[in-house]
């Protein structure tokens, strides 16, 4: 962990990551929806792995390294969700 | 150069630089996190397909439930900025501190764990399996069980090495760098949740 950052900095995030989760149960019992608390939780992600795991302070070759596999994999497995769909109603295998 | 040489320290001009100026145990330590993650994507997304295919997937979590994933939200983010301020110390070489803040997320870590183990019983006793249920879809119960487990396994496994490195750094066995990197697999275990929390909870919320 490099120097940068100060404990003002943390608790600014550790308080904007609790808001967004008090956004989430709102939203669960006024709008639920997926993708819109998934882009919260994606934001708290994001704000978690720069600021608690200090990526935004380490060299762009290790966030180049990690993030796009990684996020490349997570993608991938969204092909997932047509099958899903398929199976919802119970349509039979395309021939 | 001979490898006996090496082994001496004649070698360490020709030595290659640290890859990404990181220490490699830190490395080794991110490698497995984004291993972890696609682990927990894997999970997350099964649960997704199961929930997604099922018409009558049970939306039965009261509002008891959802203020105590509240608590348990709140006390797990609390020990991510405990790790924080306990790595924080041992880098500026306040080993007291970094032993008083490692320890103060250790603990909770356990009562997370106990609120969770507390709601998995709840749901036992109301009739909860692996494979059936009373609300509908008979795989709710391995699909809950399933991710919910493999992180509550995460955050125990987590207490108990982040125990085990404090009590290391205590005699001196292990530095800050070794607080620091399993501070960083502690932040992954909070990090899941805010997606387990929405996936798992939020969107089965009774209204």
Known sequence: MSAEGSLKTDLMVYV???VMAGLQIFMAYHSPGVIRMLVVAAIQAFLAIMFFMHLRDEKSTLRLALIPATLFVLVMMNMVWADSYRLIHMRPFPK | MSEANLTMGHGAGVMEERPFAIPSKKLVMWLFIISDACTF???LFAYG????AAPDWPHHFETASIINVAIMTFILVTSSLTMLIGTRAAKSGDKSGALRFTFITVVL???FAALHLREWMSMIHAGVSLFQNPWGAP????SFFGVTGLHLAHVVSGAIALTVVA???KRGRY???DIEIWSLYWHFVDLVWMFVVPMVYL?????
Do not use: E, S, T
Request: charged share 5%.
């Open chain 1, 16 to 18: 904007g990551i609790l």
């Open chain 2, 41 to 43: 994507g894997a999970m």
């Open chain 2, 49 to 52: 397909y199961v929930r997604n």
């Open chain 2, 109 to 111: 870590g356990l009562v």
């Open chain 2, 139 to 142: 795989l709710f119960g391995a």
């Open chain 2, 167 to 169: 009590l290391g750094y």
């Open chain 2, 175 to 177: 530095n800050a760098d």
């Open chain 2, 203 to 207: 969107l089965n919320v009774a209204q």
